[in-house]
Nanobody
């Protein structure tokens, strides 16, 4: 059993930065690829980024490439999403999720989801 807890969301101005954290409150992240997803009400959930179990391989949605960076610290049982140059269209609820497939994190292979953290980018 794995329980994921996101933190670090909030309100930020366009161009600003936030760092999201995904921690395992129960269980360990070591066995899983970890992905960050986001969802806006009325729209489909979007996969933002994914990192392999070892941290050696990552992937990003085209919409966030060059602005977001995913990383993990297995000793701290935490995965991070550093978000820079934020835009209003990044506003969403961000979820972390644990799966078993490489560094692509397809939703069909996700076993566990966090509860989500709100990110709002607005002036």
């Amino acid at each position: 059993q794995l329980q994921l807890v996101e933190s670090g969301g909030g309100l930020v101005q366009p161009g600003g930065s936030l760092r999201l954290s995904c921690a395992a409150s129960e269980g360990t992240l070591d066995y899983y690829a970890i992905g960050w997803f986001r969802q806006v009400p009325g729209k489909a959930r979007e996969r933002v980024s994914c990192i392999s179990r070892s941290g050696g391989s990552t992937s990003y949605a085209d919409s966030v490439k060059g602005r977001f960076t995913i990383s993990r610290d297995n000793a701290k049982k935490t995965v991070y999403l550093q978000m820079n140059s934020l835009k209003p269209e990044d506003t969403a609820v961000y979820y972390c999720a644990a799966g078993t497939s490489g560094s692509s994190c397809p939703e069909a292979d996700i076993y566990y989801w966090g509860q989500g953290t709100q990110v709002t980018v607005s002036s």
